[in-house]
Structures are given as structure tokens and as C-alpha cells.
């Protein structure tokens, strides 16, 4: 079970995107909504999420993967299915989830 702590999903297109595919693949995980409140850092979430800032997946051992597109790509690793199976497919899926990732805020 992962704990995934994101702020609000109506504001937060970084905070959704885990989440989304969370919810698509029937990943279970229990939500924690943080007030970020229009803060790019809160030092109070350090404890939660080490570089201050939000989405942020907690591993059952409290290992902590910071970032949408790296919560992405590790829970790729668990969950076949997320990528396609094909390698091109696969390698343009990446290259379109890297270039949102860069480009949308």
C-alpha cells in the first residue's frame, strides 16, 4: 500500500497526474491532501516529502519518491501495463509524458 501526498487536484496538474494514474490502474494507495496554498516550498512538508514539496509517494517503508514523473516511472516498474509493451510505442509514450512534464506548469 503507498501512501501518495499531493495538493489540491482542481489546481495542481503535478498533484493529478499521479493520482490519475493511480486511480486508472487500480494501484491502492491512501490520499493525503496537503494545503500548498499557492507556495511553490512549504518547509512543513519536509517531514512528508524531503525537497519541501508536493506530490510526493511513500513507499510501505516509508521510502519517499518526490516528483510526478519519477512516481510515474517507478510505479511503471511494478505495474506493466502502464507503459505500452511495444518499445517504440513505449519510447513515444516517454518522450510525450516528458515533454508535458517540461513544458506544463
Not at 503507498?2 to 493529478?16: A, E, F, P, Q, V
Not at 510525450?96 to 512534464?101: D, G, I, S
Amino acid at each position: 500500500m503507498y501512501d501518495l501526498y499531493i495538493g489540491n487536484k482542481n489546481y495542481s496538474s503535478w498533484s493529478l497526474r499521479p493520482w490519475l494514474l493511480m486511480q486508472h490502474f487500480g494501484i491502492p494507495f491512501r490520499e493525503h491532501l496537503v494545503s500548498v496554498a499557492g507556495r511553490p516550498f512549504n518547509p512543513a512538508l519536509k517531514p512528508l516529502a524531503g525537497n519541501g514539496r508536493v506530490p510526493c509517494l511513500h513507499e510501505a517503508d516509508g521510502f519517499q519518491v518526490l516528483d510526478s514523473l519519477a512516481i510515474i516511472e517507478t510505479l511503471a516498474e511494478r505495474e506493466p501495463a502502464i507503459w505500452p509493451g511495444e518499445a517504440r510505442a513505449r519510447a513515444r509514450a516517454r518522450s510525450l509524458c516528458a515533454e508535458m512534464h517540461a513544458g506544463v506548469t
